[in-house]
């Protein structure tokens, strides 16, 4: 599948972060990402690299805090397992240097937010397990 960069051009992804004793409202509004320049490559799937500007930013938002990412650029990759793809074809990487935090958004064929994975940046390791139906991270 061929990603729709008009489609994910400008969105907005709600989801809850969190553990059974605190909560985080997440907000993830990406760019206008058609007027960026990307490169596209991959051995199982599209993959793209969206190099961001001063103007065409990742803004993030927890509960009432937004600021933007310092990431200068976003990446856009597909699923190594071939039956992940079919559902969810793109991961979308948002990173929060400030706060050590890797989020994986994957999308699904309606580019709907369908799942969240959260990682810690310097070590890749999860800090909270893998988002499922009934997982800590729900998205809104």
């Given at each position: 599948?061929?990603?729709?960069?008009?489609?994910?051009?400008?969105?907005?992804?709600?989801?809850?972060?969190?553990?059974?004793?605190?909560?985080?409202?997440?907000?993830?509004?990406?760019?206008?990402?058609s007027k960026l320049v990307y490169s596209v490559?991959?051995d199982w799937g599209p993959m793209y690299k969206?190099?961001?500007?001063?103007?065409?930013?990742?803004?993030?938002?927890?509960?009432?805090?937004?600021?933007?990412?310092?990431?200068?650029?976003?990446?856009?990759?597909?699923?190594?397992?071939?039956?992940?793809?079919?559902?969810?074809?793109?991961?979308?990487?948002?990173?929060?240097?400030?706060?050590?935090?890797?989020?994986?958004?994957?999308?699904?064929?309606?580019?709907?937010?369908?799942?969240?994975?959260?990682?810690?940046?310097?070590?890749?390791?999860?800090?909270?397990?893998?988002?499922?139906?009934?997982?800590?991270?729900?998205?809104?």
């Amino acid at each position: 599948m061929e990603l729709n960069i008009g489609a994910v051009s400008n969105q907005k992804f709600d989801f809850i972060w969190g553990s059974p004793m605190n909560s985080t409202d997440v907000e993830v509004t990406l760019p206008d990402l058609s007027k960026l320049v990307y490169s596209v490559w991959g051995d199982w799937g599209p993959m793209y690299k969206f190099n961001l500007t001063d103007q065409a930013v990742v803004k993030i938002k927890y509960n009432e805090d937004e600021y933007n990412s310092t990431q200068k650029q976003l990446k856009i990759e597909s699923p190594m397992l071939a039956r992940e793809r079919d559902e969810l074809p793109f991961y979308i990487i948002v990173e929060d240097q400030s706060k050590n935090l890797k989020f994986k958004l994957y999308i699904d064929t309606d580019y709907n937010l369908a799942k969240v994975t959260e990682h810690r940046i310097r070590n890749n390791v999860y800090t909270y397990e893998e988002v499922s139906e009934n997982s800590q991270i729900t998205t809104l």
